[in-house]
Each structure stands twice: as C-alpha cells, then as structure tokens.
C-alpha cells in the first residue's frame, strides 16, 4: 500500500491530548506519525500527497450502540449497508447490537457476524452478545465462550432485564470474565402504554406519556447491584437529569460505572416531535429541554463517557402509521458527527472533548482498536471540514432505511474522507 501523508491539517488526537497543525503520515494500515513533528525527517519519498489545509483530521468515530437487521431483518439493514452509512460519517468502527432474529446469544452467531463483516463491510464490526439467551431475561449466555468468540460486550439491546436477582448474577459473571456489561433501562409498567415524554406537551398532543421515573427507578437498581457485586456496568442509553445525576453518585462511591447518550437526546426535545412526526418516536424518548441541557452538562463534566448514534433502522411499514403505532428507533451513522457539531458550534463543548466522547473513549471502554492517532494504531481516521454546510437529504442516505430524525436539516461539518486501516472508504 502506497505511503500517503496528509499535510497542514489541524490535528485532533485527544488520546494524546493533541490539538495543533501538523501531518499524518500513513504507512499501509498504520499510523506512522502524526502531529506537527511529523515531517522533521523530510517527506518520504514516493509518497502520496494530500492537501489538508483548513481541514482537520481526527481518529475515526467508534459507535457503541448500532442495530442492524442482519440476520433476520436485511431489508432493513445488512452489516454491508450499515458500514457504508458509517463510513460516510466518519464512523470506522461500530458495535453491532444483540437484537437480530436469530439473536446473538450463542457462539455460531457471534461467529457469522465476523465472517459477514469481513467479507461485506467497509468499516470494523464487533458483535455484542446478548446477556440472556433470546433476550428474555430468564437464562444467562455463556460469557466466556462468546467473549472468545469475538463479542466485545454483553448486552440485552433494547429489552431491560426485570429480574433483579438475574441481573446481580450477571454483572458477577461478567466481572469474572472481564466483560462490560451494558443495560438499557425502562420499568415496563410505568412506560407500558407510553410513546413520549411525559408532559406538558405530551397533553396536548393527547398521546400517553413515560415518565423519566420509568428510566431512573431501574438504573437506580442496577447501580446498587454495581456496587455490591464490583461488576462493569455501562448505562447503554440515559436521557434524564435523574439519571446523570444517579451516575454522578455511583461513581463518586467508586462504583465500576460508566454512561452513554444518544445523540438524540443531546440535539433534539420533545418539542421536536411536532405534529405526531413518528421519525422521532424514539426509546429512551426526546425528553424536555431541561433533560437535554442537563445532558450536556453531563458530557462536560464527564458523568456521561460516551455518545452513541443509537442507529436503529425500521422501514417505511413500521414508520408511517400513526404515532402510538409507530416503531421506536431512528437512523444515525451519517449524520452522528454533523449533529454532535452542533454542539461544538453553539459553544457547549470543546472538539477535543467532542471526539473524545466519540471516538476515544468508547474504544478504550470496549478494549478496541482505534480512538487514536498514535504511531503504530490502525489508520483508521476522518478528514472534515468543520465549517461546511451541508442538508441531509433522503436521496442521499446510504442505509436501506430513511427514518432519520434530521431530514431536511442544514447541518455545519462534513466528513469528506474517511480510511480503515489506511483505506479510503468514502470521499465526498
């Protein structure tokens, strides 16, 4: 492979604290330098080129929560259209959810998740395995043999485990094992007949709401469970100021905790629903402006260690109904770094703990390769433009499906390379 060397960039590195002008230099599959020492000895010869002034380049995005429908739901998503969805958002590296039909929950699937990835993507896939066989909530996976199958975390997806008693008996197995185990949390009798945020909003649109209680009161649980048994707890998806708040105390007791939030539920509100717009039909739902502030601040004061795309394809039957019959779920590989620029252009936040939050830290909390412009890591990396304008467009959306929650939104920052392992696959 050809050495290429990408000249004048702004340098975001933020697993080494980097943020200055400088070069990548690429060497095959390999990051071989990056920063503004790269080119101290001199551009290597028969290098390839490429002008980066005014554009800025950062370790690929690792996305911790994306369903995909493969096996069972392709038309859908399959691994192979998921991949070019990440890849034109600058996302190299995603972990594939439990809830496919059959479910992830033995080692022969685990195992044909790989094999799929590496003759179809374009982008690294990792599985997650499921915690309970058929996602029921009844009987442990085996844990070990999955992990050394591949799956880089335990999880039961979408579904909340009730069972307190089981889910004590899990994060133990999972800390025998070294396993992160991540939970999704809403009591099913209090959200049971919900399809948005409880309130004053909600009433008006006379559609039944959930209340943030239904995501706090098993959260709460679980975090004593984290305590008691020492396990890694991962909050796969909180919305609420009473969870961040609950994740504040966990950690402060030194608890083995960690949380992530959609991108969601850091852009959007419960206003944003609109009238009965079911592309916004989401679990955990949009919740109040106040959640979502109080959202931000978590991810500035580091309550909250990563952002998710929560990618979850549903087609054109499952959407266009009406709103209590809707799917919950929204696309988000492509438009995951656009939208969390919003949040660095109004001022919220620092790039360097913007990417951070996408890249870095999910990659190091799952053990994965990436996150980083370190000599001697994968070369797998974005380049953007940080101030491009750009509308997502349905005609545009390279996944099979279109339920995106910013159709027709004018977002500023656009990927417009994207390498895995020194390959490029995608240029706008």
Same mark, same amino acid.
């Given at each position: 492979m050809t050495l290429r060397v990408f000249e004048g960039a702004r340098i975001v590195d933020p697993s080494r604290g980097l943020d200055e002008t400088g070069s990548v230099v690429v060497d095959g599959g390999i990051i071989a330098a990056a920063g503004a020492g790269a080119m101290n000895?001199?551009?290597?010869?028969?290098?390839?080129?490429?002008d980066c002034r005014g554009r800025t380049i950062m370790p690929g995005l690792v996305d911790a929560r994306v369903f995909v429908g493969e096996p069972g739901g392709e038309h859908r998503e399959t691994i192979a259209s998921a991949s070019l969805a990440a890849?034109?958002?600058?996302?190299?590296s995603i972990i594939m959810m439990p809830d496919t039909d059959p479910v992830i929950d033995d080692i022969a699937l685990v195992e044909f998740v790989l094999r799929t990835a590496?003759?179809?993507?374009?982008?690294?896939?990792?599985? $997650?395995?499921?915690?309970?066989r058929r996602l029921q909530g009844r009987e442990m996976t085996e844990f070990g043999l999955l992990r050394e199958a591949g799956a880089v975390m335990l999880t039961d997806? =979408?579904?909340?485990?009730? $069972?307190?008693?089981?889910?004590? =008996?899990?994060?133990?197995?999972a800390r025998d094992f070294g396993a992160v185990l991540a939970h999704e949390t809403q009591d099913g009798s209090l959200s049971a007949s919900g399809v948005m945020n409880e309130?004053?909003?909600?009433?008006?649109?006379?559609?039944?709401?959930?209340?943030?209680?239904?995501?706090?009161?098993?959260?709460?649980?679980?975090?004593?469970?984290?305590?008691?048994?020492?396990?890694?707890?991962?909050?796969?998806?909180? $919305?609420?100021?009473?969870s961040a708040a609950a994740i504040g105390r966990a950690k402060a007791d030194g608890a083995n905790v960690t949380a992530a939030v959609s991108i969601n539920n850091l852009t959007l509100n419960d206003h944003d629903v609109g009238a009965y717009r079911t592309f916004f039909r989401l679990s955990p739902p949009l919740r109040a402006e106040e959640d979502r502030l109080a959202m931000i601040e978590a991810i500035r004061d580091g309550t909250v260690d990563v952002i998710v795309s929560s990618h979850d394809p549903q087609d054109v039957d499952t959407k266009r109904l009406p709103f209590e019959d809707a799917a919950e779920g929204a696309i988000g590989l492509e438009t995951l770094f656009g939208a969390a620029l919003r949040i660095h252009h109004n001022g919220d936040?620092?790039? $360097? =703990?913007?990417?951070?939050?996408?890249?870095?830290?999910?990659?190091k909390l799952f053990g994965l390769p990436g996150g980083t412009l370190r000599p001697g890591a994968p070369a797998d990396l974005a380049v953007i433009d940080l101030d491009e304008p750009w509308i997502v467009r349905e005609a545009d959306i390279r996944s099979r499906s279109k339920n995106t929650c910013l159709e027709g939104a004018r977002l500023q920052g656009k990927v417009l390379q994207t390498l895995v392992a020194g390959r490029t696959v995608f240029a706008a």
């Open positions: 000895q001199g551009l290597p010869e028969g290098a390839q080129v490429t890849a034109a958002g600058g996302v190299t590496r003759d179809t993507a374009c982008v690294n896939v990792f599985p $997650s395995a499921a915690i309970t997806g =979408r579904r909340t485990i009730e $069972s307190a008693l089981m889910m004590r =008996r899990a994060l133990t197995y309130g004053l909003y909600a009433s008006w649109l006379g559609l039944p709401g959930i209340p943030r209680e239904a995501e706090a009161i098993p959260l709460e649980r679980d975090l004593m469970l984290a305590r008691l048994t020492g396990g890694a707890y991962h909050a796969a998806k909180i $919305s609420t100021a009473i936040l620092a790039l $360097s =703990r913007l990417i951070e939050l996408l890249s870095t830290a999910p990659a």
